[in-house]
């Protein structure tokens, strides 16, 4: 699971089914921009906002367990959020993610 140390509600973000396996969506809670990404079942939130130049993580790609961002190839850990290639040296938030009753449910945002 991803990082839970902020505690706090669940929200609902969206349906179970529109984020299948393979795929990212990007949803809002809040004023906050959150990417969701599906592995093989495996359900993963990080801030939407690439930590080098703040394009959307959305916009990019899945390679196994990392997104990487289109603008200029940073890849960021899904589960931790820890950048794993440059140019980002920053690691980006997660949030705590689980699917409840078809619910997509958020925690951390
Ligand atoms: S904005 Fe993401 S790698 Fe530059």
Redesign the pocket.
């Known amino acids: 699971m991803p990082d839970a140390s902020a505690g706090g509600d669940w929200t609902r973000v969206c349906d179970a089914d529109e984020v299948a396996p393979g795929q990212i969506k990007a949803v809002e809670v809040g004023n906050l921009r959150v990417m969701l990404a599906n592995v093989d079942g495996d359900l993963y939130a990080l801030e939407d906002r ?6 959307p ?1 959305s916009a ?1 790609f899945l390679e196994g367990r990392q997104v990487e ?6 890849r960021f850990d899904l589960e931790t959020g820890k950048a794993t290639c440059l ?2 040296v920053r690691g980006v938030r997660t949030f705590e993610v689980q699917v409840d009753g078809g619910d997509v449910l958020l925690r951390g945002a």
């Open positions: 690439c930590s080098h130049q703040d394009f993580l990019g961002c289109v603008f200029h190839g940073a140019p980002a």
